[in-house]
T-cell receptor
Framework: NAGVTQTPKFRILKIGQSMTLQCTQDMNHNYMYWYRQDPGMGLKLIYYSVGAGITDKGEVPNGYNVSRSTTEDFPLRLELAAPSQTSVYFC????????????FGPGTRLTVL | QQQVKQSPQSLIVQKGGISIINCAYENTAFDYFPWYQQFPGKGPALLIAIRPDVSEKKEGRFTISFNKSAKQFSLHIMDSQPGDSATYFCAASGGDRGSTLGRLYFGRGTQLTVWP
């Protein structure tokens, strides 16, 4: 199993550009999450999904969108990039929230200039 | 509002010493308390976790102490090694719908440096 994979590893965007951060897991996990990590701030939940076709907002959803058309993939979309979205983004997944813990991908480092 | 408060922000320990990181929470409905370890350029990885029905859990050199009445929990790293140098995050899950959604609330992290 590859676990949770994320692409790209690094990206620089100009203000106003759009991009999609990809996240794929091969563990057949129903639950998937997107977090952003800012220095000294821990990880904040952006969006999550409890299964294909079901998504919901986390703590900091503004400026982002998600979709979940398959169990494996959970892409995060930035429509109009802003400097405040400069961060490291982590995708995570879990099989069952009551018994397992979250497995994290390696992260995408995004810089918006 | 920070649901989980973590201290200290940074910690320097001599090799062989004990590293102690503390966390506090307010939501009494939290029922799962993991600690994550993160090395530079990597994603967080689960280190050890505890549920509130026990007061202590030990795995090798890592121990979680849990005080339900004080709403505090801490990570102790015995015989700290240079390879333990990383950022450590405490987290909590549960509360209302949280336990069915698996969402985690993270502390702000502690950067641990172990000098050889």
């Amino acid at each position: 199993n590859a676990g949770v994979t994320q692409t790209p590893k690094f990206r620089i965007l100009k203000i106003g550009q759009s991009m999609t951060l990809q996240c794929t897991q091969d563990m057949n996990h129903n639950y998937m999450y997107w977090y952003r990590q800012d220095p000294g701030m821990g990880l904040k939940l952006i969006y999550y999904s409890v299964g294909a076709g079901i998504t919901d907002k986390g703590e900091v959803p503004n400026g982002y969108n998600v979709s979940r058309s398959t169990t494996e993939d959970f892409p995060l979309r930035l429509e109009l990039a802003a400097p405040s979205q400069t961060s490291v983004y982590f995708c995570a997944s879990i099989r069952e929230p009551s018994t397992d813990t979250q497995y994290f991908g390696p992260g995408t480092r995004l810089t918006v200039l | 509002q920070q649901q989980v408060k973590q201290s200290p922000q940074s910690l320097i320990v001599q090799k062989g010493g004990i590293s102690i990181i503390n966390c506090a929470y307010e939501n009494t409905a939290f029922d799962y308390f993991p600690w994550y370890q993160q090395f530079p350029g990597k994603g967080p990885a689960l280190l050890i976790a505890i549920r509130p029905d026990v007061s202590e859990k030990k795995e090798g050199r890592f121990t979680i102490s849990f005080n339900k009445s004080a709403k505090q929990f801490s990570l102790h790293i015995m015989d700290s090694q240079p390879g333990d140098s990383a950022t450590y995050f405490c987290a909590a899950s549960g509360g209302d719908r949280g336990s069915t959604l698996g969402r985690l609330y993270f502390g702000r992290g502690t950067q641990l440096t172990v000098w050889p």
